[in-house]
């Protein structure tokens, strides 16, 4: 089968972040804290000894849509049931793509206990490129609820600063039935149940170089805004927020591949070598990325990658003339 992303310009040679560590989700060691087994039985020749229960009866197309249908960290609990679960989530085609090409999503999710969305809705959200809350190419997941977002709206936009439990709180108020049976906003917070995660102790927040980072030593359970607040342009809402430096907008944030033909191929995005040097951010800026179907058009609009010749190793766009 032939591959559908298409091949990409000699001249447009294309660069990770430099000395740039945004110290997310994909910093966190993830292979370590969360080793996964999947392959583990990849052709033996011994059957399952036990059965799926019910779910051995029904057809393969039914049974795929009832496992899609169940969010990850539950899915991987009824994996390991046994041999024979972990044989019938295997199969779900959504899931192996997750395995084969972005498995740190995977253990991200069951690192932080991100629960509140299905495996077909993270496939779906895999499956499209943009961002969110933007035009550009969302190279990463908000995993609190699944969105795809772009670095710049990750680190500025309110609906992706979540609220710790006391922040969240503060929206459940008590009535006076509640008051009476001494019912806790947090017991209330608790029963509406909005998505949130745990997060991983580590550095979190954009920094040169590897070692930087506000360090986080507790887990906390953080909250999605949206979910809680009505108004995310409340005045009460909590005013301090660092942006790029605040540990809690990076705590629920990993890369994320675009998956093309159900899943068979993944595209990462690429930065532009000629925009290296760009802090345009509407246009043309370092941090953006494209995916490689976004690349010709990037270069029809800007021009060709060509090597400044007065300054070696440094390279720009050149319009056509």
Same mark, same amino acid.
Request: aromatic content about 10%; charged content about 25%.
């Given at each position: #089968? ?38 583990? @039985? ?6 399952? @000894? ?8 029904? %057809?393969?197309?039914? *049974? ?16 390991? /049931?046994?041999?024979?679960? #972990? ?57 609190? +609820?699944?969105?795809? /977002? ?7 936009? %309110? ?40 997060? *991983? ?36 809402? %909590?005013?301090?927020?660092? &942006? &790029? ?5 990076? #705590? ?11 899943? @068979?191929?993944? +595209? ?36 060709? /990658?060509?090597?400044? %010749?007065?300054?070696?190793? @440094?390279? #720009?766009? /050149?319009?056509?003339?």
């Amino acid at each position: #089968m032939e591959n559908p992303l298409p091949d990409l310009p000699d001249l447009v040679v294309l660069y990770t972040k430099q000395n740039i560590c945004d110290n997310t989700l994909d910093d966190a060691k993830l292979e370590i804290r969360c080793p996964l087994d999947n392959g583990r @039985r990849a052709g033996a020749s011994i059957p399952a @000894r036990y059965s799926a229960g019910q779910l051995d009866q029904l %057809p393969a197309e039914l *049974l795929i849509q009832v496992l899609l249908q169940i969010d990850i960290p539950s899915l991987t609990s009824f994996r390991r /049931v046994n041999y024979r679960a #972990m044989e019938l989530v295997d199969s779900v085609p959504q899931y192996a793509a997750f395995i084969k090409h972005c498995p740190n999503i995977i253990r991200a999710i069951l690192s932080i206990r991100a629960d509140a969305f299905d495996c077909g809705t993270l496939f779906k959200t895999l499956s499209t490129s943009r961002c969110s809350t933007c035009k550009r190419f969302g190279d990463h997941l908000y995993l609190i +609820d699944c969105r795809r /977002v772009c670095y710049f709206c990750f680190t500025r936009r %309110p609906e992706y600063f979540p609220l710790t439990i006391g922040q969240a709180s503060r929206y459940f108020t008590l009535n006076g039935t509640q008051q009476r049976n001494a019912t806790t906003t947090r017991q209330l917070l608790h029963v509406a149940n909005p998505p949130s995660v745990l997060s *991983l102790p580590g550095r979190y927040c954009t920094a040169w170089g590897s070692d930087g980072g506000n360090l986080a030593r507790k887990r906390l359970r953080l909250f999605d805004r949206r979910a809680v607040v009505q108004n995310l342009a409340d005045p009460s809402l %909590p005013k301090l927020d660092k &942006t &790029t430096r605040e540990p809690r907008r990076f #705590m629920a944030i990993i890369t994320a591949p675009y998956l093309l033909d159900g899943g @068979r191929y993944a +595209d990462w995005g690429y930065f532009c070598l000629g925009c290296r040097d760009e802090k345009e951010e509407d246009t043309r800026h370092f941090r953006i990325k494209y995916t490689k179907e976004g690349v010709p058009e990037h270069l029809a609009r800007y021009g060709s /990658v060509e090597e400044t %010749p007065r300054i070696p190793g @440094r390279f #720009m766009h /050149v319009a056509q003339i």
